[in-house]
């Protein structure tokens, strides 16, 4: 019992050694939360602010929906005589003119550009509110990324002292004739390919820091700290609940609503176009006396309506807008449809994942443990080979790797599903 314990002890001392530098760097660095990581990148991003101008310069548009055209004056000499054209008391006939007139488009005309265009600044709207979503998806993946790579790490560095152990162990037992230098070289093999892992491992997690520096839109060189230790997050909800969810909250469910919406009211603009528009005219004209008459000043009013004789034109508008109206509502439904089937296909991943990690958590973790430990126990009394300690140890080491894939795996399927509904999701009871 005492040796078994000194053995656990050996085989757990790098493992606590790593943890407590970890701490240290951690205290250094200071941590780092993903809340914060996802507000600052909402704020800064510059693919955000672009798609936030963009739906300001459709609110402005939207502002000069509906507005008259500006009024026309006229400046007009009428009836002056060629022979003197400068003399305007020559002819009772000869006046100056000053006249107005502004063109009224037919009644509900402005109403109905104002509602589309309120519309159109509605759906662009919810399109910034769809890049915000996809933005914080995209942080949290990179941040439970990263998170797997520091585990990865984590698990590597202590792996490889173990190793660094057992190649002693093998080295003392060769030395007494207990082994053979075979089993040496086949430790060192793998102390090696711990070594070509960091590396590899290392340079991801800078290609990762990057990656999330630049959605943050900070300098990608910006220092990104060791992360914390993390447990899955309880989860609950079923389909029709997450379904009701993203009917409620998703921005590209909104934004293709506020376009059939749009639609609408450009039908019923388009139909107005078969009704003429009108013009008001006013005219002043100052006569001068002339030829024994006092020249007494007049004016004049007048209405002038277009046309719509040509109807061909505006059926083709009316059923351009008809097609626009129904493409709309099928980008709806094929929406719900991508929606629902998101939802399905995450729940069955996340369920996937939380059942992994329930399983590596009690049961694998310890069983794989307690294999090495009496590989150990039974080395030391030569009833077992060299070969099942570093057999028995190298399948604890990718069991704890696959343990914290499968924690990364249900967090970033969550931030999935997060962005497929629209919101937070709740945590279970």
Known sequence: MILRRFLLFLLLFPLLLFEVQVL?????????????LVALAVANNPEVKAEAERWQMVVERARQAGAL???MLMLRVQNALIRDPLDFKRDTMTAKVVGL????????????????????????????????I???????????????????????????????????????????????????????????????MRIGLEQKRRSLAASLNSLVFRPVETAVPLLARMTVTPFSLATAELERLALAHRPVLKSLQAKIDKTGASAKLAEKDFYPDVTVSL??????????????????????FNLPIQTEWRHAKVAEIQAERRMAMQELAAQHNRIRLAISDGLAQLERSRKLTRLYDQGILTQAGSAVESAMAAYRTDKAKFSEVLNSRMALFNFEREYHGAVADYQMQLAVLEGVVGTNLPPAP
């Open 101 to 132: 007139s502004q063109k009224l488009p037919f009644y509900g005309k402005r109403d109905l550009m104002r509602e589309e265009a309120g519309f159109e600044a509605e759906a662009e709207r919810w399109v910034v509110e769809e890049r915000r």
């Open 69 to 71: 055209e500006d009024p």
């Open 283 to 304: 005219e002043y004209m100052q006569r001068d006396p002339a030829m024994d008459t006092p020249g007494d000043d007049m004016y004049g009013a007048q209405l002038s």
């Open 24 to 36: 240290q760097a951690e205290g250094k660095q200071g941590p780092e939360k993903l809340d914060a």
């Open 134 to 196: 996809e933005l914080r998806r995209m942080v949290k993946e990179a941040w439970y990324q990263i998170y797997l790579i520091d585990r990865s790490l984590e698990t590597v560095a202590g792996n490889s002292r173990l190793l660094d152990d057992l190649i002693r162990l093998a080295e003392s037992m060769y030395g007494v004739g207990k082994t053979g230098q075979q089993e040496i070289f086949q430790a060192q093999l793998e102390r090696s390919k711990m070594e070509e």
